[in-house]
């Protein structure tokens, strides 16, 4: 049961990192996630039963993710729709555009190989989570070295302050409409290799995907924190696995699949109030060490007064004996 | 430079024609509402206007975006928090401000030699800022916070350096030290600054050249020599005209 989530968690790690680069890099939420995860699956699946090789077929879901993205980019940026609104509309454009793509709401893989049948025949489970781990190690190496550049300062400071960066030359939209890119390709990425495990292509698998990966981004930071982007980014694997095994613990309880969305949601729920409560409690914890120590200090001062009554009453009271 | 028959929708600047010369220091005076802060806007391009043009060394910027005329613009805001990026460390915000170009580059921004430059910059603040480069910005007081954006205003050389309220939201002492160290560092780099203030005594202590603006006019302009002879009662007088 670990295994396999281990190894569905490594396929959503991508989504969980494109929901992190527009959600906590650029402090959107972007909705286009509910698009952009049926796109890139839809997309593959077509392309494999039109004959193209796995690698090809995942490539092409990438770069649909990315297309649905910028699209969602251009609407924020320069027709100053605002972000959540931008990110339905192409949510709700690409459901369009994925019956299209697909011809009909499910489409199965036949004999199509996939791109785990290019791995040594082992076990399915370990074929996933090698390939898993391939796929996740590219995309962290590629973002952390993309994050250590000036591109990726620029990012970085584009989301935190606009007016400055602009100030300083950077192009924000531009900064912008790369983020909303980037991320959607990955979510689009994680639609695709998540098709292939499953060997379907579904209209409605993106319901719900941008709960799933807000709630693993949570998760992680929950887990594994830390500033540097490297952390950050293991934190979002952490979470994408660890959100994973939750809902299989939640399945095992004997939850059925209907439920499964809004287990999501609940998960969503408390996990951004886990660190509220943590940080509360932390407070209160050395609030109150301060406050004893605060109150022993006192303590000591009125057993100093103690010894010299007289002096300290005479000189506050005004009553001079 | 000319900023002939500026206007916007509500005519908060109107036929305002203004030429700053290479080396200038020009305190702006007004009222609130005066258009002093549009007037900057305009300048940085923060607010589009409506007509007429501005002119940076026979190039007229009047079309182009914020990040743009950055290659020879630079700003410190009224409020700490809009000059620096407060979830980025210092070392970081410098690194942003050292350049206004190649802003996309693929390069690693953290070069070798990087942080001592950076230390070397950040000593003579006297604030201890030298010691705290991986620090994120948003864990430093307000005074350091703006005595850094001052920094990073002028560390890429700008052609221009708009100061908009710097010392409004620091303490009388933070205020004027961030104060000597606009002056000192206008000496030393020779900027062409225009400062907004509402502090008449900084107005006439600072800068070879004081506009006043009323109404989105330029109602007076005196420079040098005239300049010394004003006294901040004067000044206040005229606030009334």
Known sequence: ?321 | MFFPGTENERHILKNVSLKVYDGDFISLIGNNGAGKSTLLNTIAGTLPADAGSINLENKNVIKKSVSYRSRWMSRVFQDPKMGTAGELSVAENLVLAQSHVNTTSLKWYNKKGQLEKFQELLKPLDMGLENRLKTQVKYLSGGQRQALSLLMATLSKPKLLLLDEHTAALDPKTSRDVMNLTDEIVNREKLTTMMITHKMSDALKYGNRLIMVQDGQITLDVSGEDKMKLDSEELVGMFDN
């Not at chain 1, 049926?38 to 990315?66: E, H, K, R």
């Open chain 1, 1 to 321: 049961m670990i295994i396999s989530s281990l190894g569905q968690g490594l396929l959503w790690a991508p989504l969980v990192i494109g929901v992190f680069i527009t959600f906590r890099i650029l402090d959107i939420p972007d909705l286009t996630t509910e698009g952009s995860f049926p796109f890139g699956a839809a997309m593959t699946i077509s392309l494999m039963i039109n004959g193209q090789s796995a690698f090809t077929a995942t490539l092409m879901g990438f770069v649909a993710g990315c297309l649905g993205g910028f699209v969602t980019g251009i609407l924020d940026t320069k027709l100053h729709i605002p972000s959540l609104l931008a990110g339905i509309l192409t949510m709700t454009g690409l459901y369009s555009v994925n019956m299209h793509v697909m011809g009909k709401s499910n489409v199965p893989l036949l004999t199509q190989k996939v791109l785990t049948d290019y791995l040594p025949s082992w076990a399915t489970t370990t074929q996933t989570i090698v390939l898993g781990i391939i796929i996740i190690g590219i995309v962290i190496v590629a973002l952390y070295l993309m994050f250590k550049t000036r591109l990726g300062l620029s990012l970085m400071a584009t989301g935190n302050n606009k007016n400055m960066s602009s100030a300083n030359g950077i192009n924000t939209d531009k900064m912008i409409i790369f983020g909303y890119t980037i991320s959607n390709g990955l979510i689009a990425l994680s639609g695709s290799l998540i098709a292939q495990s499953n060997g379907y292509a579904d209209i409605g698998m993106g319901i719900g995907t941008i709960v799933i990966g807000l709630a693993s981004v949570l998760v992680g930071e929950i887990f594994l924190r830390g500033r540097s982007i490297l952390v950050r980014l293991l934190a979002m694997l952490v979470g994408a696995i660890l959100y994973r095994f939750l809902l299989t613990v939640a399945m095992g309880l004997g939850f059925p699949p209907d439920d499964l969305k809004i287990l999501s949601a609940i998960i969503l729920v408390i996990v951004i109030c886990v660190p509220i409560v943590r940080n509360k409690l932390k407070t209160r914890k050395q609030l109150k060490i301060y406050l004893s120590q605060l109150t022993e200090g006192e303590q000591d001062e009125q057993v100093r007064s103690i010894k010299r009554p007289k002096f300290t009453k005479g000189v506050l009271s005004g009553d001079r004996e």
